[in-house]
DNA sequence: CATTTCCCTAGTAATCCGATAGGAAAACCA
DNA sequence: TGGTTTTCCTATCGGATTACTAGGGAAATG
């Protein structure tokens, strides 16, 4: 299961916005140096967030990015989708147009399961939560084991 | 957060051996034909499974692949890994080498609570218990909620 | 009007997916 | 022994996707 560098980066730019505050604009360049993101990469991603209602832009001098909506309001599942389209699939496809035969049929539920998971996760949390370096605490207690941390 | 082709074909060839049981061998063009997978893509696959420990080859007329050990004791979370490396990897890396700064700091503790929550879920069912469609109870409770299974 | 910054289109290098091909090594059968 | 089967190894190849890079046009500011 790979998060792909476009999820990434579009989750840190948008934290970015959201620890600058709702006034405040920031230039694709101050957020890329930030970072550490390409910056070209970069202003494909906030073009994205922009068309999916994420974040406003604007030109010019004193132009830049801000979010469009409260930090609290935009939980980090949102920004993944909006920038790179399903939270969870599987060789591409969503699970439930996935179809399994013989022994693999089971195969689809635990998917389903993996996601409500996932989902239960990033769609709890917000930029507010992470830029704010506080996390909800069925998160924090998942990520308080030491065995979480270790590779297997 | 994408599972691969490879980790999928993976699964379900590991699922067929498992449904064929111990004593049985299985040529890679069955397990092809019965899962729909290119056949010398999964031979591949086969051959890294092999390699990974987790399936015996054996060459010849009555040859074919079966499984190294009890499919209840191999968890879908092994397969994975031996086929398509890391369960869950953050732009190819996985989480604890990764370094954030800023207000995406928290965002470290958070892939962790993420890859806990999968981990919890992929190192708990094994072949057996899909090969059997008989999912682990707090699998089963997950995938029941039907707002599990609508697309966002 | 000149600078800044977003915005759009194209292009590129590397990897992944899936398919194909040729053949060596090993096991079986007659 | 010889012939068949199947794994096993290498290699290649095109299409798609990923992660970027380049260049320039459009709007806002001073």
Redesign the pocket.
């Known amino acids: 299961m790979r998060i792909?560098?476009?999820a990434d980066y579009a989750v840190r730019a948008a934290l970015e916005l959201a620890a600058a505050g709702d006034e405040v604009s920031?230039?694709?360049?101050a957020i890329a140096a930030a970072q550490g993101i390409?910056?070209?990469?970069l202003?494909?991603i906030?073009?994205d967030l922009?068309r999916g209602g994420l974040v406003v832009?604007?030109?010019?001098?004193?132009?830049?990015?801000r979010l469009a909506r409260p930090a609290d309001s935009i939980a980090i599942a949102e920004v993944i989708r909006v920038a790179d389209g399903p939270l969870v699939s599987v060789?591409?496809v969503r699970p439930p147009e996935l179809s399994y035969r013989g022994p693999a049929e089971p195969l689809l539920p635990l998917w389903i399961a993996v996601r409500a998971n996932v989902r239960k996760i990033l769609g709890e949390v917000t930029l507010a939560h992470v830029a704010a370096a506080r996390l909800p605490d069925d998160v924090l207690s998942l990520a308080a084991d030491p065995e979480a941390w270790t590779n297997p």
Do not use: I, N
């Open positions: 792909s560098a476009r920031l230039k694709a360049e390409p910056h070209k990469f202003e494909g906030l073009g922009r832009s604007q030109r010019g001098g004193k132009g830049g990015y060789r591409g």
